[in-house]
């Protein structure tokens, strides 16, 4: 890998740390060559201090580490994104990341449409809202909705009508995340179970 380090005259390259599974920023910091060939070697992440002036492995005091996953340069060879697996918060506030936000996983629109899930639940009063009145109804009743929608797409599924097909997935994957918090869980419960599995 060519990494520029002698673009700038200090000797350093901006790094931007990311979790390699959640994919959220988690911080930004600065190598000189050095401290990139001690990641690597160490497999954790080493930055070089500025206000120090010395060298510093994350969570050498802490313990809080970043575990090197990958590097990669950007395409003009003076910034690197490095995946890691960070142990316990990155920020020296304790906060996740150091734009205090939490390090969770999200699922795009689908977290989205889960939070707007659990809003109906908390609101069942909501006469006009379909989520609320299934929640009004019950477990039975959308247990029930997953039931006759699983049934709908595997019957769209022998057909020849991908339109068709999609809908019914759609409304499927809609009543499964209702019937997840019906019973107290979210999609990362699921993806917890699945990673368990993979080990």
Same mark, same amino acid.
């Given at each position: 890998m060519n990494i520029n380090f002698n673009k700038n005259n200090n000797g350093l390259?901006?790094?931007i740390i990311q979790d390699n599974e959640t994919k959220n920023v988690l911080m930004l910091g600065y190598m000189n060559e050095e401290a990139y060939r001690?990641?690597?070697?160490t497999?954790?992440?080493?930055?070089f201090s500025r206000t120090k002036q010395r060298l510093w492995t994350k969570g050498e005091e802490s313990g809080n580490y970043l575990n090197l996953v990958s590097i990669q340069n950007d395409c003009d060879e003076d910034?690197? %994104?490095i995946k890691v697996q960070p142990v316990g918060p990155t920020c020296h506030t304790g906060s996740?990341?150091?734009?205090?936000?939490k390090n969770t996983m999200s699922f795009g629109y689908l977290?989205? %449409?889960?939070?707007?899930?659990q809003n109906r639940k908390e609101n069942q009063e909501d006469e006009k809202s379909y989520v609320a009145s299934l929640f009004r109804k019950g477990i039975n009743k959308i247990a029930q909705k997953v039931g006759e929608e699983a049934v709908e797409t595997v019957i769209e599924a022998k057909d020849d009508n991908d339109e068709l097909f999609l809908n019914e997935s759609a409304d499927l994957l809609f009543h499964y995340l209702i019937l997840l918090q019906?019973?107290?869980y979210k999609l990362n419960d699921i993806v917890n179970v699945l990673k368990e599995r993979k080990k």
């Open positions: 390259v901006p790094v001690k990641s690597i070697e497999k954790k992440v080493t930055f910034t690197l %994104l996740d990341t150091c734009w205090n936000e977290s989205q %449409l889960e939070a707007t899930i019906a019973k107290g």
